[in-house]
C-alpha cells in the first residue's frame, strides 16, 4: 500500500521532534529576551490575572465576564508587589466584604456575597520600585470587566438620585447608565420634550461599561435625561441627569480680588474676596498672604463655591475665597495677596489696605 512505510516506527534521532518551525506557537517557559516586550500587550496583561475555580482549578479571564449577584469571586494576580484596581465605592464604604492578601508569589482579591453595585473594571499590576520610589510595570498589568447581574437591578445603583453630567466641547461626555447585564436594550430619553435620543453610533454612542458617549457635545444636549433598559422583563428606569453645557477657556485661574474698603478705621471689620469664574469641574485651590501672617496675626478664611448660568446654556463655576480680619490694627495695614490654583497653573492677584 503507497505511504505503507511512512506509519511505521524507527528509532528517532536526538532532537529530531525539538524543531517544528511551521506550527510552532508555545512559548518559552521562562523567555528573557527583550523579544518579549513586543509580544501583543492584551496576550501578557491577561496571563497575570485569574479566577479562581472550584478545585483549585484557574481560568485565565477574558476582556469582559459576566457573574450571577450573590456569587463570591477569587482573583489572583502574579507578582510579589501587586496593586489593584476595582470600583471605588468599594473603598469609599470601606465595605468588608473585600479582602485583598499579598503573598510571596501572587496577590488575592476575593469579593464576598457580590451586588449589582460591584459591576465594574478589576485590574492589577506589579510595581517596580527603587527605594521609596514605586512605578507600574507597563508590560505585567492585567485587566477584566465584570458584571454581576440581577434582573431586579438593570442599572448598575448609584449612591445618589439625580447626577450632573457637564458638556465641553473639547471632549467626550459621558452619561453613566451602565447596565449589569451587557445583553439588555438600552435607550436615552430626555425628560421635557419627552423624547427617545436617537443613538447614532456616530456622533452618541452606548457601551455597556460606561454608558451613553457623546462624541462632541454641543449646547443642543443639555437637559434633563434619564436611560431606560430591557432585559426579559419590565423595563427599567435609571436615575436622571442634569447635562449642563460648559464654555470655559482653559488655563490657570481667572481670578480677581476686592476689598470692603481700601481704608480701614482702628476696630473696623475688613474682608477681601477672591473670585474665580471656571469649569464646573475643575477644582480651585486658594493661599493667602497678608501684613500679619509672619507674627500670628489671627484671620478667618471661607471657601466656597456655586453654579451659575451665564445663558445661551453656558453654566460656570464661581469659586470664592474671603479673608476675614475682624479688629483692623496698625499690624494690618499693608498688601493682601490671594494665589489661585488649578491643574493648569495658578494665578496670583493682590489689593492694598491703609489705615
Known amino acids: 500500500v503507497i505511504g505503507q512505510p511512512a506509519k511505521s516506527k524507527r528509532p528517532k534521532e536526538p532532537g529530531e521532534n525539538k524543531i517544528r518551525p511551521v506550527s510552532k506557537k508555545i512559548k518559552p517557559k521562562t523567555p528573557k529576551t527583550k523579544e518579549r516586550e513586543s509580544v501583543d500587550s492584551s496576550l501578557k496583561s491577561q496571563s497575570i490575572l485569574t479566577q479562581v475555580m472550584d478545585k483549585g482549578h484557574f481560568q ?56 449589582a453595585a460591584d459591576t465594574g473594571e478589576y485590574s492589577c499590576w506589579l510595581q517596580l520600585c527603587n527605594g521609596n520610589k514605586c512605578r507600574k510595570d507597563e508590560t505585567k498589568t492585567g485587566s477584566t470587566y465584570i458584571f ?70 454641543t449646547s443642543d444636549h443639555k437637559g434633563i435625561v434619564y436611560c431606560k433598559a430591557e432585559s426579559q422583563g419590565a423595563p427599567q428606569i435609571s436615575i436622571k441627569y442634569h447635562l449642563l453645557y460648559v464654555e470655559v477657556p482653559k488655563g490657570p485661574p481667572s481670578a480677581s480680588i476686592a476689598v470692603s474698603s481700601s481704608r480701614a478705621g482702628v476696630s473696623d471689620r475688613v474682608h477681601v474676596v477672591c473670585t474665580v469664574l471656571g469649569e464646573p469641574d475643575v477644582d480651585v485651590n486658594f493661599r493667602w498672604q497678608y501684613p500679619g501672617q509672619e507674627s500670628g496675626r489671627p484671620v478667618i478664611v471661607q471657601n466656597f463655591w456655586r453654579l451659575i448660568n451665564r445663558g445661551i446654556g453656558h453654566t460656570t463655576r464661581i469659586s470664592k475665597s474671603v479673608l476675614l480680619v475682624e479688629d483692623f490694627e496698625d499690624i494690618d495695614v499693608g498688601n493682601y495677596v490671594c494665589i489661585a490654583q488649578n491643574l493648569q497653573g495658578q494665578t496670583t492677584v493682590a489689593t492694598k489696605v491703609e489705615l
Not at 510579589?80 to 465595605?95: G, I, Q
Not at 453630567?165 to 430626555?190: E, F, G, I, M
Open 60 to 115: 485565565k479571564l477574558a476582556a469582559t465576564l459576566s457573574l450571577a449577584a450573590g456569587q463570591s469571586i477569587e482573583l489572583r494576580c502574579k507578582g510579589s508587589n501587586v496593586t489593584w484596581n476595582y470600583p471605588s465605592y468599594l473603598d469609599t464604604f470601606r465595605d468588608s466584604r473585600l479582602s485583598i492578601k499579598q503573598l510571596d508569589r501572587y496577590s488575592q482579591l476575593i469579593l464576598a456575597n457580590s451586588t
Open 148 to 217: 454581576f447581574t440581577d434582573k431586579e437591578e438593570l442599572f448598575v445603583p448609584t449612591p445618589s438620585y439625580f447626577e450632573i453630567v457637564y458638556l465641553n466641547p473639547d471632549k467626550p461626555a459621558v452619561v453613566p447608565c451602565r447596565v449589569t447585564t451587557p445583553s439588555a436594550k438600552v435607550t436615552l430619553h430626555r425628560e421635557f420634550p419627552a423624547e427617545e435620543i436617537e443613538t447614532d453610533g456616530t456622533d452618541i454612542i452606548y457601551d455597556a461599561k460606561k454608558g451613553f458617549v457623546f462624541q462632541h457635545p
